[in-house]
């Protein structure tokens, strides 16, 4: 080892070093240029300028350098680490979403113990790994910053202990006084939670336990009691059915169990070369909805004429099967009877189903499926659904008698904003015990005195019996965050019972679960193993069915008279896919997805049709006129919104919005339409008011013909055909330019000089089929989530600057005033021959050696020159710093933005996907193919040390997809789905090719079950 | 140049009390004293604008490009307007300085400085457009191959936006060269008048210690020739590269051939018009109506009416081939953009770049200075349309109607480009204060040949007293001495 030597300015420096080198070969770890600064300079004070030159330097630029770093954040490793968490790895709990008596089996993936995504669950027998927007979303209920952190006595925290103690004194003796206690909640499809009450009932006797659903199915219920002796829904089967008819009801959207009908009504509907067939679907409905787009036939009608026509159908279907007719419905159109002979025609294999809430014309939808013999075929009585319970009559009652009732106990529901007269019921509830078990501060939760905060469903143990004998299972992904306790637990406690709720549904399972089930011998496995799984399948319970048809003709008069007095102008109250019932209107995420049809978000609006253009709003400033809407007493307004195939005189309006508590304002648009429950919507009246208004639309209609320079063409950006067309020639309407053959017209003109990529390894593809989607927006959402996609706001979404990777093009064709509707998945095409690619002076997007088309954002300087040159309009470019990494000011309302997820909230931030970069202002994003998953796939295989498995890697989007329209894998692995799909399907097509662009991205043709196609003639330039 | 001129031809100097003193005193005067209260009103108000500019580029830079109008579907839209349109102005610089030098066009000599300080400060305001319409400014060094430690990590050679980086680099350094080696015996010349030993200083800073010598002249005349051989192609290049940002994508109404010739034509339109309203200005402003004559105005607006036709037909050309091509996104395109919801734009556009130019067919109107300048801002702002039609009406409506959308710019779109124009005007206004806006040397090259006293003397014998007197100037003046050398090196070719 050498000595250190002094040594004074650089020649001297050098001469070390060599030596240094030479010498000792790293032998002295010991840095000899830092020591021997600071020797020469304290051994003899002789410091030379080029010393204190330097000093001075290094000192300045480490001040420098000291003064812009970014902030550190300090993360501590765990001491003792949880068996199950591994840094890095994602875990997946089986659980059910359950909200309400929609119910979605789901996989929540959880990363170092937090919840960021839930995925759906494939061994569910109700959802087949399907899932909904709204399943997905609820991950933001978990991490919502309205969210309860304790129990509070008026306003005032209190610890759990004085809570019960003091509630429970309180019903005690209301209960021994004899007064009314009422147990009101949603629908509650969890025989634990129903236990739970049935004890509370025993221990109150008091005490009624009352059920109600925001968006009411008690017509459908009663009628079934009526008819079968039983308050319950059939259990549907739209994958049996040849011939679905709907009248208004949205099943594929909103109705009952949408996720279910979907998975089956999609199963009925994929035609391939071996199966060239599928259901057909009529609609028959006022407002456009999502099962109406997704219809082969659609039949408009007025709000009225949707009862009229089933009585229409009643007859026209009992003349054929020699069954007494009843009341003329004095309504009647070809369609409709041309409806009723196809109908007879598949009678035994068809399914009519009806969404209009009155007893009277659910009694006739029930005789017209008697009269075509679909009970026992397509709808059965094996396994009802107990998805709806809520009981109309038992609120009435309740409310009629309120001043009996001492206690309220609320769970499930926000009966203050979803009641038609929600504020009266606050003030009442002032004068009662009224507690509020939910979870986050709401319309109800203002006017409670006490709440009793309950768990997130992510946090909570639970069951859920949506359909007779199938038990799913919920489990905690997380502990609880705040301090707070799962309903049903409070229920069981102030019911004297000192359990956990975990403990309690355990032996609730050990005594009723597992002797209903013969799958599993003991306690130990069945639970173990239902929990794994998320869902088991029961026997079937034995159904005492008692079927009654003879109401009809009393039923029909009710229908007739109720309808006598329309008017003119009539209101239709509808739900939205993602909003829903409007109790998760505080989710961005719902918020920002565009409904499917009207492409608006952040608000509602009054639907109505083409027919009159005084209400035609400016598309391309985005500028909606407001009407006056007078509905009985009641007076609101509202921008109006016209969308083709909504008869004249038409208005309709969705439940869902008009919040007045929640966690900011930017959820408090709209007008609540539950308030205008009760009145004669039938005969309203609509004034412009002469205001415009911007209403933040996605896409707004444009043709998709033209008749400029060329003449009268089409786009064929969805390309679409029939079934009798398809089955002669499957490449059927699967054409380009001048209406020539796709693969003929491939073959003749891409041809390129230059070589293209070559792909060794893997070569992602991705097929999506046109005929599958029903544009539920499922995809969008879990896209959101997977990929950290920033929520913009409703005036960034305005001005068009939503960041949605994927978005669902809708396109009407055909007849303006009924039109037919494509959904189209878009999301980056994944081009072969990218535009995008060539043109980022930087290449900070470039091609991957397994084709995709990636961003890297640290090289991105945001010239946007890519965003421009996509032919897909799919690239997103941070106008803002939406994600909040790096803003100075907290509450960032500044220039048109909001922040209106909550990104500077710890909290919220906590459903950020670890996986996926969290892109900063300035730099475009868009569909990375879920990268991140391909990652984590490949190192799966590589640790398993097989190849990598076809269906291995599923991105987010297909995960989600109830309708398995999106499949995903390795085009070089010729047994890959997407091999077999794009080489043998003679459906295949990619958008837009002509400009060979040559995208990875393909899609299926549409298939329509009718007589022929549509022409593109659609035209909406009414509107420019 | 020839001594000997046409009668025929109108002379480039006015006045018949003109003699090469005169013109050194009419020139470097402006430079002199204290500026006139006209002066300070212009300057304060651009002054003002300019400021307002930094302030929208900064509002841009703290808050993000989301307080400009863009959005999804129309990413470009004022910002690559304004660049293209502020580096078309700078083309009649070039043009000028360079391609009418190689074609010994005489009348360039009174213009040629103020076109060419026009050129700079036009691709001064220019370049400010590229870099803060990129959203990470901070990271726009990652624009240059440098070398570097991340792989080495290069730029993308098969972007026309760094094909941008080079043309304009390039261009600006070419004309700065240009420029200021044409300005060097002209501050030489400032520098012997100064009264104060710091002005001497500083001029001969500024001059390089010009001497004036015939070496230097030599030098300089091939110089001036080297750089206009130089510059010749850049006039080509630097906007058929400009065209490359578009017609080297996918969009409709991008994707065009037509291009590089359609764009260059444009520039040199644009320009022209620009030096038009620059020299109207500036003759009134410093009392420069001897130099710049009716016949200067005359010069440029017939190259305004060809070039504006040479548009004209562009235009036409496309509508045609879009026609012609059968292709649907095409048609929908230029159908779009004549008949579309932008139709507003294309028929201002088409009004003043194709129709108002054609009235200067009548001389009278392009002799008349109020025309001229009417029609000169006609022109300026039928170029800026013709790029806001060709960005925003092919962006906004493309392939898939579903991404069809709409722009309205804000506030902060429309202040930064305001805030150039007044970048643009401090700086010809410091500029035309500071430096001498005429080339003085220049100028009295074309003396004995072109102005109205050497009209005068043409009928009369040859008098070289001028000559003489220049000479007792001494060798600052250097208008002689560059006289007779062009008269040696001409009679030599």
Known sequence: MKETKIWKGLPGFENQIEEQANSSEFGDMNVPALSGITESISADSNTGRRDFLKMLGFSLSAAALASCKMPIKKSIPYIFKPEDITPGMANYYASCYVEGGDYVSVLVKTREGRPIMIEGNQQSSLTNGGTSSQAIASLLNLYNTARFTGPKKAGADVSWTALDADITGQLKSISDAAGKIVLLTGTIISPTTKAAIANFKLKYPTAEHIQYDAISYDGILNANEKSFGLRAIPNYRFDQADLIVSVAADFLGTWISPGEFTSGYTSKRKVDSKNPSMSRHIQIESMFTLAGSNADKRIPVSVVEESLSVIALYNLIAAKAGVASVDNAEFSNKDIELTANELWKARGKSLFVCGINDVNTQLLVNGINNMLGNYNSTILWDRPSYQKQGNDAAVANMLANFANVKAVIMAECNPVYSFANGAKFGESLKNTLSIYLGERKNETSENCKYIAPTHNWLESWNDSEPKAGIIGTTQPAISPLFDTRQYGETILKWGGVNDTYYDYMHAYWQTTVLASQTKYATITTLWDNTIQDGEIVCNAPAMTITPNFTFMAEAAGKVKSASSKKGKTQLKLYEKVSIGNGLNADNPWLQEVPDPLSKVTWENYLVTGISDEKYFHNPDHKKFKVANVKVGAKTFSLPVYCMPGIPAGVFAMAYGYGRTITANEEFQRGFNAYSLLGTDLSNVTVTLTGEEVPLACTQIHHLLTHQGLGGMKTRHIIKETTLEDYKKNQASGNVIGEEEPRKEWIAEHLTTLYPGHTYNGHHWKMVIDLNSCTGCNACVVACNAENNVPVVGRDQVIRSREMHWLRIDKYYTGDEQNPQVTFQPMMCQHCDNAPCENVCPVAATNHSTEGINQMAYNRCIGTRYCANNCPYKVRRFNWYDYAGNDSFDKKYHTNNYTDSLGMQEPLVRMVLNPDVTVRSRGVIEKCSMCTQRIQAGKLEAKKAGEPLKDGAIKTACQSACTANAIQFGDYNNKESVVADLINNNERIFGVIEEIHTMPNVMYLTKIRNKEEIDEFNFTESLFD | ?493
């Not at chain 2, 760094?162 to 004309?175: E, K, N, P």
């Not at chain 2, 001497?211 to 130089?230: D, H, I, N, P, Y």
């Open chain 2, 1 to 493: 140049m020839s001594v000997y001129e046409s009668p025929l031809r109108e002379a480039l100097i006015l006045g018949d009390d003109k003699n090469y003193s005169k013109i050194t005193d009419d020139i470097v005067r402006n430079t002199e004293g204290r500026p006139p209260l006209r002066w300070w009103i212009a300057f304060v108000i651009s002054a003002a604008t300019a400021l307002f500019g930094v302030f929208c580029l900064a509002w841009t830079v703290w808050f993000g490009i989301g307080v400009w109008g863009l959005n999804k579907t129309v990413d470009w839209a004022w910002d690559i307007t304004n660049f293209v349109w502020w580096i078309g102005i700078g083309h009649a610089g070039t043009l000028i300085s360079a391609v009418l030098l190689l074609f010994r066009q005489k009348w360039r000599t009174g213009i040629n400085r103020a076109a060419e300080a026009m050129t700079i400060f036009a691709v001064v305001c220019a370049g400010l457009f590229p870099i803060f319409h990129m959203g990470r400014v901070w990271m726009a060094f990652f624009i240059f191959p440098y070398p570097n430690t991340r792989g080495p990590l290069w730029v993308n050679f098969t972007s026309p936006l760094l094909w941008d980086v080079f043309a304009i680099s390039t261009y600006f350094t070419v004309s700065l060269l240009f420029w200021y080696s044409g300005l060097m015996p002209d501050f030489a010349t400032i520098r012997d008048r100064a009264k104060t030993a710091r002005r001497k200083m500083i001029y001969n800073v500024l001059s390089f210690g010009w001497m004036g010598t015939a070496k230097q002249w030599q030098r300089f005349e091939s110089l001036s020739l080297v750089l206009a051989g130089l510059s010749t192609p850049l006039v080509l290049s630097v906007h058929t590269i400009v065209s490359f940002d578009f017609a080297t994508s996918v969009i409709p109404g991008w994707h065009t051939t037509i291009f590089p010739p359609y764009f260059v034509a444009g520039a040199i339109f644009s320009g022209f018009a620009m030096v038009q309203t620059l020299m109207l200005i500036t003759r009134k402003l410093f009392s420069l109506e001897d130099y710049i004559t009716p016949a200067h105005l005359e010069s440029m607006n017939k190259v305004i009416v060809l070039t504006g036709s040479i548009v004209g037909v562009a235009y036409i050309t496309e509508l045609v081939i879009a026609w012609y091509s059968g292709y649907l996104y095409e048609q929908y395109a230029f159908y779009n953009r004549a008949l579309g919801p932008y139709k507003w734009a294309y028929i201002s556009m088409m009004t003043c770049n194709v129709l108002s130019p054609q009235v200067f067919w009548f001389k009278k109107i392009r002799t008349s200075v109020f025309w001229s300048f009417v029609l000169s801002i006609f022109v300026n702002v039928g170029m800026w349309f013709e790029r806001f039609v060709i960005i925003v009406t092919s962006l906004h409506r493309d392939f898939l109607p579903s991404s069809w959308n709409y722009f309205t710019p804000t506030w902060v779109d429309m202040g930064i480009y305001v805030g150039t124009i007044g970048i643009f005007f401090t700086l010809f206004l410091l500029f035309a204060r500071t430096f001498p806006v005429i080339a003085i040397a220049e100028v009295k090259a074309i003396f004995r040949s072109s102005s109205e006293v050497s009209r005068a003397q043409m009928s009369a014998p040859l008098d070289f007293s001028d000559v003489h007197h220049a000479e007792e100037h001494g060798h600052s003046g250097g208008g002689a001495h560059a006289t007779v050398q062009h008269n040696k090196n001409f009679n030599e070719q």
